[in-house]
């Protein structure tokens, strides 16, 4: 248990469906994160939340939608996905380093994921 | 452009002996790094971490280290146990000014194997 939550574990999707992830920690971090894994590639950042505001956007396509509605919570907002949308969906969190006081570096903690296949 | 990179997709050791597991990196501004292990059906899981101002971190069996000048980073793992069978990763954060969070750069992972 990493304090990271993530539903649903699993979600198969047509191409037309809308769907949403969530995500919740429960360490008191201020920072939330989504990363994609594909087959045979690194975990690739899609989205940073620090203090609830977004403060990057990897160039991931308009059909994920993030929200975080405050320092807990986190949604990646599905839509009109392709068949390689298909992966492993990861949440962080973090303590934002400017904050924490001990030190300046972040090591961010990660929820099980979220498989998601798209048909 | 991978920017981390872990040349050794899968690595077999046997139980009791020391497991070498590599990291390489292109971006020059890069300060700190971090491994993960994870487990098949669960999310990556901190292990240990290391500052550029440093060339050495150990915590218990696990001792990363740093060669800033050749951009490579090395985790030992020693005595290597049956449950330290997992996909390893190492993962680097640039060096900026502006305060706030930042995502990692990961690299793709090595399968370690410990054979008993």
């Known amino acids: 248990e990493t304090g990271v939550t993530q539903t649903p574990r699993h979600l198969v999707m047509g191409m037309t469906n809308k769907k949403s992830l969530k995500c919740e920690q429960h360490?008191?971090?201020?920072?939330m994160y989504w990363y994609k894994q594909s087959a045979k590639k690194p975990l690739e950042l899609m989205f940073v939340?620090?203090?609830?505001?977004?403060?990057e956007n990897n160039s991931v396509p308009s059909r994920f939608s993030p929200e975080c509605p405050n320092s807990s919570h986190l949604f990646l907002h599905l839509h009109t996905l392709q068949p390689e949308d298909s992966a492993l969906y990861l949440c962080?969190?973090?303590?934002?380093?400017?904050?924490?006081?001990?030190?300046?570096?972040?090591?961010?903690?990660f929820g099980p994921g979220t498989r998601l296949t798209v048909l | 452009d991978q920017q981390v990179k872990q040349n050794s997709p899968s690595l077999s050791v046997q139980e009791g002996r020391i497991s070498i597991l590599n990291c390489d990196y292109t971006?020059?501004?890069?300060?700190?790094f971090l491994w993960y292990k994870k487990y098949p059906a669960e999310g990556p899981t901190f292990l240990i971490s290391?500052?550029?101002?440093?060339d050495k971190n150990e915590d218990g069996r696990f001792t990363v280290f740093l060669n800033k000048s050749a951009k490579h980073l090395s985790l030992h793992i020693v005595p290597s146990q049956p449950g330290d069978s997992a996909v390893y990763f190492c993962?680097?954060?640039?060096?900026?000014?502006?305060?706030?969070?930042?995502?990692?750069?990961f690299g793709k992972g090595t399968h370690l194997i410990i054979q008993p």
């Open positions: 939340y620090n203090f609830k505001e977004q403060t």
């Open positions: 971006n020059s501004m890069f300060d700190y």
């Open positions: 290391i500052s550029s101002i440093k």
């Open positions: 360490l008191g971090h201020n920072a």
């Open positions: 962080a969190s973090s303590q934002d380093p400017g904050t924490s006081g001990g030190g300046s570096y972040n090591e961010q903690f």
């Open positions: 993962a680097a954060r640039a060096f900026y000014s502006g305060g706030g969070a930042d995502g990692l750069t």
